[in-house]
């Protein structure tokens, strides 16, 4: 079977297709037959050797897989073989046939297509946790970053069904902004420019936000805390911009709170929340209520296109690989 795997920290040529041994599951794992793999940000970063968390080398890709279960490990007894699942997988993801722990699996519905089944393993989750955590009140104002984005565009869908009444998305580039409001983002600002901030404070008649969602981390994530009001939350889940936050102490003294959002972190200490939250999330998607734009659907041989979409800050949505 093919993989996808890099020897170097580097730019997307250091992803490179090899034949390996098809895998097989251990106790507590499943070996599911490719249908698409959802590539995310995080994934170029790690191929860089730069974020928080570089891989050792050699290293494979981590994603969101969708597709068969061809064999089952000891002790699963949630899937069967010939079920269709979305799981998120950690390492080996770009692959043909994949390896995926059995407690994070996603059975899917039938009639649900590869592109909505793909956000069901981690990004729509990942955008639930994040509202739970922000305990969003019924007519809060919501600062959304990276709005035309994979998880981005999910979550500006979602946050007006958890109350919010005002939701404003940043965005990278003007080419983005008509995305951003296709997806249900009332003001779009570009965060790349300055004084994006003062952008902010006069679509809020000065007065600022009540909740900011944040996935950019760095000194945007330190500049939104201008614009947040008193007691409002600013929940952190990502640092796409390459850069932790320092938050320093003082900026919190005006009664501003900043939490993190870890999908991990939920799924260890609240499993039950993950697993009827998905069931929700499911409900969204098959009713219509979420919808999944997916920006390219590339070859798997092709994953290192893939990678440069991301990076030339293009991407609108989602990206697939197919097997």
Aim: hydrophobic share 40%; aromatic share 4%.
């Amino acid at each position: 079977m093919r993989t996808i795997r890099y020897h170097s920290y580097g730019n997307p040529d250091v992803l490179t297709v090899e034949e390996v041994p098809v895998p097989s599951p251990g106790p507590g794992q499943v070996l599911i037959r490719s249908e698409a793999i959802g590539v995310n940000f995080v994934e170029t970063q790690r191929r860089r050797g730069t974020g928080p968390f570089p891989p050792p080398l050699p290293a494979t890709p981590n994603g969101d897989v969708v597709g068969i279960v061809e064999e089952v490990g000891a002790g699963v007894t949630t899937v069967a073989v010939g079920d269709r699942v979305a799981a998120p997988v950690m390492g080996g993801a770009y692959a043909d046939l994949v390896l995926a722990d059995a407690t994070f699996l996603a059975p899917l519905p039938d009639g649900i297509d590869a592109a909505q089944a793909s956000i069901l393993a981690s990004p729509a989750q990942t955008a639930l946790c994040v509202l739970k955590t922000a305990r969003i009140q019924p007519g809060d104002t919501v600062l959304v970053h990276a709005a035309a984005g994979a998880i981005g565009h999910l979550m500006t869908q979602l946050v007006r069904h958890y109350g919010a009444g005002r939701v404003i998305g940043t965005v990278g580039s003007p080419a983005k902004a008509d995305f951003a409001r296709e997806h249900g983002t009332d003001v779009v600002v570009d965060y790349s420019t300055d004084g994006w901030t003062d952008e902010v404070l006069k679509a809020t008649d000065g007065e600022g936000v009540d909740v900011i969602l944040d996935s950019v981390g760095g000194d945007i994530l330190l500049a939104g805390l201008d614009v947040l009001k008193p007691f409002g939350r600013l929940v952190f889940y990502g640092a796409s911009g390459g850069t932790l936050p320092q938050v320093p102490a003082m900026r919190l003294i005006p009664m501003k709170h900043v939490v993190g959002c870890g999908l991990d972190q939920w799924w260890q200490h609240r499993p039950d929340d993950i697993r009827s939250g998905l069931q929700e999330l499911i409900g969204h998607v098959t009713e219509g209520r979420l919808k999944v734009h997916v920006h390219a659907e590339l070859p798997l041989a092709e994953a290192a296109d893939a990678h440069r979409i991301i990076e030339d800050r293009a991407q609108l949505g989602r990206i697939l690989l197919r097997p």
